[in-house]
């Protein structure tokens, strides 16, 4: 059974910093794709970053430069580097693993944590 456990958010004023953690157990992780999303209140989920088997990312334009994506295979951990919040980065922030092809459209992504909140405060 496919789990993905995040832990890292919390509450922080603008131009902070938040690491965000995902463990993820009942696969081997190195061979899916895996993502960032978040939701904001009365939102839809929008994707944040993924990384695929080869370690590519694709990041979501109003992230790019301020997030950043990392994993360690050994631990089965993924991690979201987050630097410069605004309050627009507000919003509960979603782990999720796919197959091998992973577009930053959530319903493409089969499995998801539970999720983790971030507040950023102007």
């Known amino acids: 059974q496919v789990q993905l456990v995040e832990s890292g958010g919390g509450s922080v004023q603008a131009g902070g910093s938040l690491r965000l953690s995902c463990v993820a157990s009942?696969?081997?992780?190195?061979?899916?794709?895996m993502g960032w999303f978040r939701q904001a209140p009365g939102k839809e989920r929008e994707g944040v970053v993924s990384i695929d088997v080869y370690s590519a990312t694709t990041y979501a334009a109003s992230v790019k430069g301020r997030f950043t994506i990392s994993q360690d295979n050994a631990k089965n951990t993924l991690y979201l580097q987050m630097n410069s919040l605004k309050p627009e980065d507000t919003a509960m922030y979603y782990c999720?693993?796919?197959?091998?092809?992973?577009?930053?459209?959530?319903?493409?992504?089969?499995?998801w944590g539970q999720g983790t909140q971030v507040t950023v405060s102007s």
């Open positions: 009942g696969y081997t992780y190195s061979s899916a794709c």
């Open positions: 999720a693993a796919t197959g091998t092809t992973c577009p930053l459209s959530a319903g493409f992504w089969e499995y």
